[in-house]
T-cell receptor, first 113, second 114 residues
Framework: DTEVTQTPKHLVMGMTNKKSLKCEQH?????MYWYKQKAKKPPELMFV???????INESVPSRFSPECPNSSLLNLHLHALQPEDSALYLC????????????FGPGTRLTVT | AQSVTQPDIHITVSEGASLELRCNYS??????LFWYVQSPGQGLQLLLK??????LVQGIKGFEAEFKRSQSSFNLRKPSVHWSDAAEYFC????????????FGTGTRLKVLA
């Protein structure tokens, strides 16, 4: 299995809602990433997990809360988001060398109303 | 300052024509270099990577890239473009030492004319 899967594909949420994004990989990768991507922009790193431990948090607001329950799963919990948080959220995985190639999921298109 | 530059925001080519997308980086040491492609509304797919050895690397979908140390460049090429190649292309750099750095260029949007 060489895929990274993300659910849901689309999500519309109000500013008072709580929702979660899910990412899964079965390639045995030990690094997992969350990115935020706005239209016509490159992906912007949010979080990096290495061996299920949060190793990088790029000063992301606390309304985004990552979780790595095991080596195959990565969640992003969302609470009290703002309209400017609307974006494509991409999950990626990679081998344990954080500077090496990454394998991306198809993304979750999030709209905050 | 450390950076990854893709000078061309948009490129339009005719189907069957050759393609070259430019990427320049400014880092002290040779980083790991990557090209990714992103179709609209999709995730990124790795086309190829370079970290050592032969400076001409082959990737998927008929793409190749050449690393030129003297020019700090890693340009992507394809001899004959297909309409399905229309997408956004990102060059990326990974630094294997020091603090974590994985930098994407700003991207080049490729349009293919039938």
């Amino acid at each position: 299995d060489t895929e990274v899967t993300q659910t849901p594909k689309h999500l519309v949420m109000g500013m008072t809602n709580k929702k979660s994004l899910k990412c899964e990989q079965h390639m045995g990768h030990r690094a997992m990433y969350w990115y935020k991507q706005k239209a016509k922009k490159p992906p912007e790193l949010m979080f990096v997990y290495s061996y299920e431990k949060l190793s990088i948090n790029e000063s992301v607001p606390s309304r985004f809360s990552p979780e790595c329950p095991n080596s195959s799963l990565l969640n992003l919990h969302l609470h009290a988001l703002q309209p400017e948080d609307s974006a494509l959220y991409l999950c990626a995985s990679g081998r344990d060398r954080l500077f090496d190639e990454q394998y991306f999921g198809p993304g979750t298109r999030l709209t905050v109303t | 300052a450390q950076s990854v530059t893709q000078p061309d925001i948009h490129i339009t080519v005719s189907e069957g024509a050759s393609l070259e997308l430019r990427c320049n980086y400014s880092y002290g040491a040779t980083p790991y270099l990557f090209w990714y492609v992103q179709s609209p509304g999709q995730g990124l797919q790795l086309l190829l990577k370079y970290f050592s050895g032969d400076t001409l690397v082959q990737g998927i979908k008929g793409f190749e890239a050449e690393f030129k140390r003297s020019q700090s460049s890693f340009n992507l090429r394809k001899p004959s473009v297909h309409w399905s190649d229309a997408a956004e292309y990102f060059c990326a750099v990974g630094l294997p030492s020091g603090t974590y750095k994985y930098i994407f260029g700003t991207g080049t949007r490729l349009k293919v004319l039938a």
